[in-house]
């Protein structure tokens, strides 16, 4: 079956969207959302970019050249996605998100609203980061939803946990199924739950060593 690619769509040189992926959507609303509402343009993506079978990107999303969008992955409204970023299959950029050149997310991942990612971030498989310290309740969490931001050259290892509004500070390593309740400097190393620090990053693995 053939791809479901909306109008006015803009489909930038040697695009690809194979089967049953979907282009442009209009997300639906529960009456209760709190997400915006306003007219959303056209979704965007760049010069080489591929979607790959059964992914679903949003319209309002803006994606650069040569993404790749893995097999039922998700990229939702309003997200700003960089140059040559891997989101694995599926994963789900939720709205409002941005997300910096050459970072790879791996399958499974969950990157909530309301996130910030910079460039060359490694995210592993199965991550989940959250927004709201309230779930739910509250009238004041609606001014204080904010979901991480993930520094440039950072690393968040299989199945963490990043708690909403937290800092993953520059090359920074949280390791696989660490529970991140307060920030993280950069070019530390955490584990555990809750994650706190137990080394330095080695200087090789840094970005720029």
Request: net charge negative; proline share 5%.
């Amino acid at each position: 079956m053939d791809a479901d690619i909306h109008p006015d769509t803009l489909l930038g040189e040697s695009v690809i969207v194979h089967d049953h992926a979907i282009v442009g959507k209009q997300p639906v609303l529960s009456p209760r959302s709190t997400v915006s509402r306003e007219p959303l343009p056209p979704a965007v993506l760049g010069a080489g970019t591929v979607v790959s079978t059964g992914a679903i990107v949003f319209a309002g999303a803006t994606l650069g050249a040569r993404v790749l969008i893995g097999d039922g992955a998700c990229v939702r409204e309003r997200c700003v996605i960089g140059d040559d970023v891997v989101i694995g299959r599926g994963s789900l950029v939720e709205n409002d998100t941005t997300v910096g050149a050459r970072t790879t997310i791996q399958a499974h991942a969950y990157v909530t609203a309301y996130s910030t990612v910079e460039e060359d971030v490694f995210i592993a498989p199965c991550v989940v980061t959250t927004n709201d310290n309230f779930m739910g309740r509250t009238e004041r969490r609606h001014d204080l939803k904010q979901g991480p931001t993930i520094r440039r050259g950072a690393r968040v290892g299989g199945g963490a946990v990043l708690c909403p509004g937290i800092e993953i500070g520059e090359d920074a390593f949280v390791g696989a199924g660490a529970v991140v309740t307060k920030n993280v400097p950069a070019r530390k190393v955490v584990v555990g739950n809750p994650a706190r620090v137990i080394r330095d990053v080695a200087d090789d693995e840094l970005l720029d060593a």
